[in-house]
């Protein structure tokens, strides 16, 4: 009887095991169904607010992506370094945009000679240059239409103030810079100058303006084929004076220029807000900060201006070696 009671006694516990387990069970499937209800709610919420703020920035990065894609670029000769070109550039050309309804992209290349190609390769609509004057380039059919109201700039060949080069066929032989194979004032008609003078030299192509008068001051060249403009401004910015070895007649400022495939409309919208910019006063304020970025002695502006001023760039090819075209 005892072993019995022992034996009956198991089942009676085991009986009240089985009947809490399904209660632990439920109580454990309420709590992980709450806290998996509660993670869902978490999880849809942190989606919605994902959806919430990421879905409009990406519809905003989306439009500005397809508005990108529909700009027409424009592409400014690297006068400057790439820094100083952009700050000059950008609020120009996105004022531009505002103004006429048409949008603008800059494009720049890491140097003028980069920039250029992008022009001839047709990846550019419009431009501020002087590189489209020759022959063989007019057929490309760009027009000007304005140009900065700066004073007509000379092809230079420069020397530090304190160099002992004294005259042109002092710097025989010797390494002189340049901006580019493309600057036109500042390489083609200096160094065709050197051509015409029988004065070899080795010819440093340091890819803008800044860096060649950065070579010459650092004593790595004993002269530049300089733009008579950037020399100005470069000596006022940098207090190192130049002494001037040669100096050509004077060329107009750069030119604003436009693509044949531009239709009409844009074309002279895009014109109008260039050659209008200073009438306002968000204009005029960007073109004062311009004009200090480039040690410009008066604020300049955009004035119209057409092919007829520009005769001198022809007159140039009209003599220059063929291989400065």
């Known amino acids: ?15 009240f ?12 499937m309420v709590v992980i169904n709450e806290r998996t209800l509660y993670e869902q709610k978490e999880r849809n919420f942190s989606e919605m607010a994902r959806k919430r703020i990421y879905l409009p920035l990406l519809a905003t990065l989306l439009m500005a992506a397809q508005q990108q894609a529909n700009a027409y670029n ?8 790439l820094a100083v070109t952009a700050a000059v550039w950008n609020p120009i050309i996105n004022y531009v945009s505002k103004t006429s ?17 992008y022009v001839l390769a047709k990846e550019v609509d419009f431009a501020f240059t002087n ?30 103030a304190t160099s002992n080069v004294t005259s042109l066929s002092a710097l025989s032989g010797s390494d002189v810079a340049f901006p580019g194979p493309e600057a036109l004032i500042a390489y083609k008609a200096t160094y065709a100058h050197l051509l015409k003078d029988n004065i070899p030299v080795n010819v440093v ?10 070579q010459l001051a650092s004593g790595k060249v ?13 000596a006022r910015r940098e207090g190192k004076p130049f002494k001037v070895l040669w100096s050509s007649a004077p060329f107009n400022d750069l030119a604003l220029m436009v693509s044949p495939r531009v239709p009409k409309e844009d074309a002279d919208s895009v014109a109008d807000a260039f050659l209008h910019m200073d009438e306002t006063e968000e204009g005029r304020a960007i073109l004062d900060r311009a004009s200090k970025l480039i040690d410009s002695p008066t604020r300049f ?25």
């Open 131 to 160: 590189h489209l004057f020759a022959p063989e380039r007019r057929r490309l059919g760009w027009k000007v239409f304005g140009r900065r109201d700066l004073p007509p700039v000379r092809a230079q060949i420069v020397a530090m």
């Open 74 to 81: 424009f592409s400014p000769v690297n006068q400057y370094n």
């Open 17 to 28: 095991r089985t009947r809490r387990r399904p209660i632990q069970v439920l109580f454990n």
């Open 222 to 234: 004993a002269a530049v084929g300089a733009n008579s403009q950037l020399v100005e401004g470069y």
């Open 101 to 117: 309804r048409v949008p603008l992209s800059l494009k720049l290349g890491r140097t003028s000679a980069d920039t250029t190609s």
């Open 1 to 15: 009887m005892p072993a019995q009671a022992a034996r009956g006694s198991l089942p009676g516990r085991a009986t």
């Open 301 to 325: 502006r955009f004035v119209r201006a057409s092919e007829d001023d520009y005769q001198a760039y022809r007159d140039f090819f009209g003599t220059a070696p063929l291989s400065l075209h």
């Open 205 to 214: 192509f340091a890819g803008n303006m800044d860096a060649a008068f950065t």
